[in-house]
């Protein structure tokens, strides 16, 4: 016998649709998120006392599902952190400084230094690691400092952001959402990013060079020189602190400096080893680059701050905590409401909050469109793609990919394969339009970094984005 859709799916199915008009308007979803929930509660427990109590405790199911991901982001930001007051950073990144002899090789140079260290240290801390160091060479060259911003721009908040291999905070959501793994949406996403990262950034550079040769190119300077805006880095630091950064800085030699800057490299360098040769993913491996990151903050702020360093140590995971909670603030509630489709529901009001035979309200949302409505690649796809495009609105990147997830879910039922490639799809588009290359507020960590508009550098990345947008979705289609 047929499933017969009962009330919770079609509350569902009103909340997503509300979710997504929020997001067009580019309003907060924490609302209508939390009603949602609230009314699923209801509907699932038949009492106000279980809906409210169930809100509450759905948030707790989301922060346990993604605490990991909050956790070994804090780590590396309390890190990353440590590295910009010591000097480290500088030391780390100098040596590729020599490589960028010319405009062109400063950008893809800068770009793939960027993309590079992302990976590891996340995109919005990967800035202040290498752009004090490396803009003042890239100017020096010819390459505008838009540019590199755009450079900043396209290989961290893009490529390593909407991958996210090693840190997998990405993929965790769009995965637990889509009822995958998460080495298999990882796996999924890398032909699509290829894709994806070639085009946008190919494009960029030939539109950059095309404009600056007719004369029609605007740097979008916020003040001469196009000199930082954060002052004390990227995080911001008072006067006092600032004062204490300088005699940090002064007072680790260069040899020590040195030692540490190839050290930290070389451990992170072990644990990709590790985990290749141990073949770790998902909670493993982010268990490994956090533990990792977490003993060189203990063992570094000991050796930079002495006496001082076990207060020290704690005030660079305040920060790192500060910042994990500060991005994740707005995913929470989002995410909450996206778990109640797949795994959150029944285990937070029972197997009898479903009618018989269901297996979760997106499996079954899925088997109803797959016996209604004609769906094929092409509409899945593109779909998938304004979805994630529409979520990334709100500048965060990572707020709405649980929804992603969901809808890839239901088109990759209703088509009976592909879930893998359209919850990939929708990661990519989400973060590659909210995470930091298209949306001006999201955008201001790399524009400041280089002194230039974030509107001038959302501007110059539309077109480039666009069209890798529309490409990878094309080449989507004959993935599925």
Request: net charge neutral; hydrophobic share 55%; charged share 10%.
């Amino acid at each position: 016998m047929d499933l017969i859709l009962g009330s919770i799916h079609w509350l569902y199915l009103f909340f997503i649709a509300v979710i997504i008009l929020m997001l067009t308007l580019r309003r907060d979803t924490t609302i209508a998120c939390l009603i949602g929930i609230g009314a699923i509660g209801f509907a699932a427990s038949g009492s106000v006392s279980g809906a409210v109590g169930g809100l509450f405790n759905s948030l707790i199911f989301a922060i346990k599902e993604l605490s990991s991901t909050i956790l070994i982001i804090s780590i590396i930001v309390a890190m990353s952190r440590l590295l910009v007051e010591t000097g480290i950073n500088e030391i780390m990144i100098r040596p590729f400084a020599s490589l960028l002899r010319t405009p062109a090789m400063a950008f893809w140079g800068i770009g793939l230094i960027m993309m590079t260290v992302s990976f590891f240290f996340w995109p919005s801390p990967a800035v202040a690691l290498i752009g004090a160091v490396l803009l003042p060479v890239a100017i020096r060259v010819g390459l505008p400092a838009l540019g590199a911003a755009m450079a900043m721009n396209l290989f961290g908040h893009g490529i390593a952001l909407s991958g996210d291999y090693i840190i997998q905070g990405a993929p965790k959501l769009t995965a637990d959402a889509a009822g995958l793994g998460v080495a298999q949406v990882m796996a999924a996403s890398v032909p699509l990013l290829i894709v994806m990262g070639a085009v946008t950034t190919i494009a960029a550079y030939w539109f950059m060079r095309r404009d600056i040769a007719a004369g029609t190119w605007r740097d979008g300077l916020l003040q001469p020189g196009g000199n930082s805006l954060f002052g004390g880095g990227v995080y911001g630091t008072d006067s006092a602190s600032a004062k204490e950064d300088v005699k940090v800085s002064s007072g680790l030699s260069i040899g020590v400096k040195r030692t540490v800057a190839v050290m930290i490299p070389l451990l992170f360098a072990a644990d990709v080893a590790v985990m290749f040769s141990l073949k770790l993913q998902g909670g493993d491996a982010t268990a490994l680059i956090g533990g990792t990151a977490a003993l060189i903050v203990a063992a570094l702020s000991i050796l930079a701050h002495r006496s001082r360093g076990l207060e020290r140590s704690t005030s660079y995971l305040v920060e790192g905590f500060t910042f994990g909670f500060k991005v994740f603030g707005p995913v929470i509630p989002i995410a909450a409401f996206f778990y109640l489709g797949d795994s959150a529901l029944p285990a937070l009001f029972g197997e009898a909050a479903l009618p018989a035979g269901s297996h979760g309200i997106v499996n079954d949302l899925g088997t109803a469109l797959a016996h209604s409505v004609p769906v094929n690649g092409a509409v899945a796809a593109a779909t998938l793609t304004t979805v994630g495009a529409i979520t990334g609105l709100d500048g965060s990147g990572f707020s709405g990919i649980s929804l992603a997830g969901s809808v890839a879910n239901l088109f990759g039922t209703a088509l009976g394969s592909g879930t893998d490639v359209l919850t990939a799809l929708g990661q990519i588009a989400a973060i590659w339009v909210g995470g930091g290359t298209l949306i001006p507020w999201a955008l201001i960590p790399a524009a400041a970094i280089c002194g230039v508009s974030p509107f001038e550098l959302a501007r110059r990345n539309l077109k480039p984005v666009v069209i890798g947008l529309v490409v990878t979705t094309v080449v989507a289609v004959f993935l599925l």
